[in-house]
């Protein structure tokens, strides 16, 4: 079975730009969270989707940053305009929660992102 | 803030010892979980202990949980290079969200 997809793996972008991530969460999967990794802050929730709606955004640092999940493959996480201290690692992940998010998270690869 | 807290920040050691790593908590959880993330790599999920549970076993790996100390701690036993990997616990301290500490970097020297 293919994991958690998500593209681009890497993107260099110039500052005010705008950036788009995306993930595929693993089909039959019910929870898509998305993290930032940094080595100042670690691993941070940003926000987290249950059957496509969003529970938490806490963690969204502000208003330069949505995510959507439009449906339950897909969902993106976009950054407008863009800074340098946006620059980090940014994971998806998903589970199967059947009502608990608390289980295993399946983790994807990363977007590795860039701003100069 | 961090809900878990791994300790050592780093550990290195030669292949065949056995490593620990230790994890401390605030709140109250449900469960605790353990991840490894390679380098430049995803996390990938490793074991989960509930609160219920006081030891797990999995392979090379023994967690523990302490919940009157908030606190775990994950052996792996005769380590090998391919063990070489920072190792994160994660905590839900309650609520429906993981929080991740900030891991341990273990170093298996041949």
């Known amino acids: 079975d293919a994991g958690v997809i998500q593209s681009p793996r890497h993107e260099v972008t110039e500052m005010g730009q705008e950036v788009t991530l995306r993930c595929k969460p693993i089909s039959g999967h019910d929870y898509l969270f998305w993290y930032r990794q940094t080595m100042m802050r670690g691993l941070e929730l940003l926000i987290y989707f249950n059957n496509n709606v969003p529970i938490d955004d806490s963690g969204m640092p502000e208003d330069r940053f949505s995510a959507k999940m439009p449906n339950a493959s897909f969902s993106t996480l976009k950054i407008q305009p863009s800074e340098p201290r946006d620059s980090a690692v940014y994971f998806c992940?998903?589970?199967f929660g059947t009502g608990n998010p608390n289980g295993e998270l399946f983790f994807g690869e990363g977007s590795r992102l860039t701003v100069l | 803030s961090q809900q878990g807290e791994e300790d050592p920040q780093a550990l290195s050691i030669q292949e065949g010892e056995n490593a620990t790593m230790n994890c401390s908590y605030k709140?109250?959880?449900?469960?605790l979980q353990w991840y490894r993330q390679n380098s430049g790599r995803g996390l990938v999920h490793l074991i989960l202990i509930r609160s219920n549970e006081r030891e797990k076993h999995s392979g090379r790996l023994r967690v523990t949980l302490d919940t009157s100390k908030k606190s775990s701690s994950l052996l792996i036993t005769a380590s090998r290079a391919a063990d070489t990997a920072s190792y994160f616990c994660?905590?839900?301290?309650?609520?429906?969200?993981?929080?991740f500490g900030q891991g341990t970097r273990l170093t298996i020297n041949p």
């Open positions: 709140t109250s959880i449900n469960n």
């Open positions: 994660a905590t839900d301290g309650g609520a429906q969200k993981l929080v």
């Open positions: 992940a998903s589970s």
